[in-house]
């Protein structure tokens, strides 16, 4: 496991409370503004939504080629607040450096990028332009305005195939596919900017598959063509769009055939960023007023100036400021399982046929969650039959 560190910490019931508690007559979070890069996409417009409940101020950037423009309109129809939405693709430098001459921002989510696996394996090239040179554009705009909170909305992918089950945040790091690959490759980037400048705050979420919508059946996932996620191609059949669900591989060492995985209500998905977004204000307040704990003080003191101290002092200091939580649900739920937790919320049968597995599938793939439950005070609370039932919602609005 990673080593813990001892931050002003409040407890796992005082963050639900609070998320529970938040509504948009909540004072504000001292007017803190936040840009959420791909703010109009799936996950980013669920956490606008959380974020603008919770009182803080937020700013949307998004090219809108995986989302659409009425949903800054959609989040204020929730959410009885404004929303700002700026126009702009994170590979134009000077249109990311424009956005932040314009504001005055106190922390970034950092959503963007493109992300079918099948698809980068497809199109390598215009994946390592799009997700790094987004990212390397942005981080040069935050460095350059001194923005230097962050939290990065990475992915599980960045987990070697060959880790057993179930996933921490110290194992190995590695990917089949290049979008996997960016994930690490930013990953790597991150933590090699703090490394060198603990001005850097940097929280780095990593999650498997998000499905559900919001209650309001307003805002959803709806992806362009067709779906490349379970959860919406099923959502296409229920509605008549699609002729059968596809399970790829039935025979898997699993209790049912099917793969496993780990699915989390976007909803919740959404409050981890936030509780993550209260974590990165603790570090700041932390930093602000110089207060690195005894044990860390010491920790590091202790240490004497050879190389491979030195090294090891620097990665101590570097892990106060760049940290990589699991956000899940931390169990497996098998695609057999949520299929009919949709055929349960639809109200009927639907077709489905195996079909042979995917290379590079494997049975279980899901992570431990206990770090981001004892650090961050998270755990997901929604069930699957919840996920399936906004999910059908989303989908019976959005037609």
Not at 34 to 54: C, E, K, M, P, Q
Not at 141 to 168: C, E, G, H, W
Not at 186 to 198: F, K, N, P, W
């Amino acid at each position: 496991m990673i080593e813990n560190r001892t931050i002003p910490e409040r407890s796992i019931d005082d963050n639900v409370t609070d998320l529970l508690m938040a509504n948009r007559d909540a004072s504000r979070s001292d007017n803190k503004t936040i840009l959420l890069t791909g703010g109009a996409g799936f996950i980013g417009s669920h956490t606008a939504v959380v974020l603008l409940d919770r009182g803080y101020d937020v700013v949307l950037l998004d090219n809108f080629s995986n989302s659409k423009r009425d949903v800054p309109a959609r989040i204020e129809k929730i959410t009885d607040r404004s929303c700002i939405c700026e126009e702009v693709d994170l590979t134009d430098e000077a249109a990311v450096a424009t956005v932040f001459n314009k504001y005055d921002f106190d922390a970034v989510i950092h959503f963007a990028g493109i992300k079918s696996v099948g698809e980068s394996v497809e199109k390598p090239l215009e994946y390592y332009d799009n997700n790094l040179t987004g990212t390397i554009n942005l981080l040069k705009a935050m460095n350059a305005s001194d923005v230097k909170n962050l939290i990065f909305s990475s992915s599980a992918t960045v987990y070697r195939q060959d880790n057993p089950v179930p996933y921490y945040e110290n194992y190995p790091l590695g990917a089949t596919n290049p979008y996997g690959w960016t994930k690490v490759i930013i990953e790597r980037i991150l933590t090699d900017m703090g490394a060198v400048d603990h001005a850097w705050r940097v929280i780095m979420l990593r999650y498997f598959n998000p499905i559900g919508a919001h209650e309001s059946g307003l805002i959803g996932e709806e992806p362009q063509g067709i779906p490349n996620n379970l959860l919406p191609y099923v959502a296409k059949v229920a509605a008549g769009d699609l002729p059968e669900i596809r399970i790829f591989g039935d025979d898997y060492d699993t209790p049912d055939g099917s793969g496993v995985r780990d699915y989390i209500h976007v909803m919740d998905l959404a409050e981890g960023h936030l509780v993550a977004m209260e974590y990165l204000r603790r570090m700041i307040d932390r930093d602000n007023k110089k207060e690195i704990t005894e044990k860390d003080a010491c920790s590091v003191a202790s240490l004497t100036e050879n190389s491979s101290a030195t090294d090891e002092k620097e990665r101590r200091l570097k892990d106060l400021n760049v940290r990589a939580f699991n956000i899940g649900t931390g169990k497996g739920t098998s695609v057999k399982e949520i299929i009919a937790a949709f055929e349960r919320a639809c109200g009927k049968e639907l077709s489905k046929a195996a079909y042979p597995r995917r290379p590079g599938d494997l049975a279980t793939v899901y992570a431990d969650t206990s770090l981001a439950e004892k650090e961050l005070g998270f755990k997901a609370r929604r069930g699957i039959d919840e996920m399936c039932i906004d999910s059908w919602r989303w989908q019976q609005t959005a037609r």
